[in-house]
């Protein structure tokens, strides 16, 4: 008989960040119905999904639920406060949770596969492109939580090296929606770009307010994310005076082939780093479990690290050091509706998720020759 390897699913499909729940949540599904369709498996997945509706406290009680059924993979929990709020749970239990969504470094459990971008392999390379092609004069704006906290304050001395300038900084709760004030603040003071580490419907409402602010007052501005894919497009709306770059490990324009693929597969859905960090997430325990015949999750992590591993964003190393994962890093631009690509770091990028290999010095002076700035006056 089949063997069944039960998996959970910690995904909020309700609340700020649904966007990008829902599309983790459908990459995970795709994956689990391939892999259970494939002939070269002699087992199936078996997902129980918990919807913690963006709710923190419903992550450690859904992440406690279904191991303590005797689920030992999880899946999700894509944002740092929910991330950390299981860790603990994870620990306690044997729980290995795949996370595969860009965080802000900083951190290294035994317990979590980290299969999302942290910041060397996402916002300094962001950061580096902007100050050449933008100028060095940022206004940071952030969720009121790690993330923000972090990823700006990384910003910051990044700006610092470059001889650049932190215009201000602001920090709001989840949910939040009106930013009258702040964006009549911000274009007062014309900075070169924003660096936008908002979550959730505070990011779509604040690029929409900013946009039509831009267009008032006809200036073209570049905004700058590490955590904005396809998946939200539709919830943020056009934007026309507004230039929006985003950098992580997939974009549609990243692999066309692979996009056609799975709408043929699996329908019209967005599919975003979001997407294909469940999707390859599901695909590699299924690789690594019918090698090692073995669920549990130091076998399991054992396994991934004595080779690459093949995924849709090519060959995966994990690092047994830290739990990280090398991952491509791509730089697009929202045109007309979609990701256009503008720059890709020529190799995978090794994860350094406390920094000691970065070295900040490239940055030096880098501020001083940047070009003059793109907000401008629309004719």
Known sequence: MPRTLEVGLLLSTD???????????????????????????????????????????????????????????????????SRKEIIPDLEQNS???????????????????????CPNQTLIPLLRYALRAFGCRAMLVGSNYIWGWESNRLAREVLAAAGGEVLGERYFHFGTCVFGELIQNLLAQHPSFVMNNLVGESSYAFLRQLDAACQQAGLRLPVLSCNLTEAELAAVGPVDSLRLLSCGTFFEAVNPTFTQQQRRLHGLHPYSHFYTGAYLSMHLLAQAFAHCGDDAPQAICQTLYQQPQPSVLGPLEVCERNNHCSLPCHIAELQQGRFVLLHSEARALPADPYLTATDLSEFHGLGVVAPTQHLRIIK
């Open 15 to 81: 609340g700020t960040y649904k966007s990008f729940g829902r599309n983790a949540l459908a990459g995970a599904l795709h994956a689990i119905a391939e892999i259970n369709a494939s002939p070269g498996y002699d087992f199936s997945l078996r997902a129980t999904h918990v919807n913690p509706r963006g709710q923190l406290h419903r992550y450690g009680e859904g992440a406690v639920q279904m191991m303590q059924a005797g689920i030992r993979h999880l899946f999700g929990a894509p944002t740092s406060a």
């Open 95 to 117: 729980g290995l949770l795949w996370y595969a969504c860009p965080y802000e470094g900083f951190e290294s459990s035994e317990n979590v596969l980290y299969l999302g971008p």
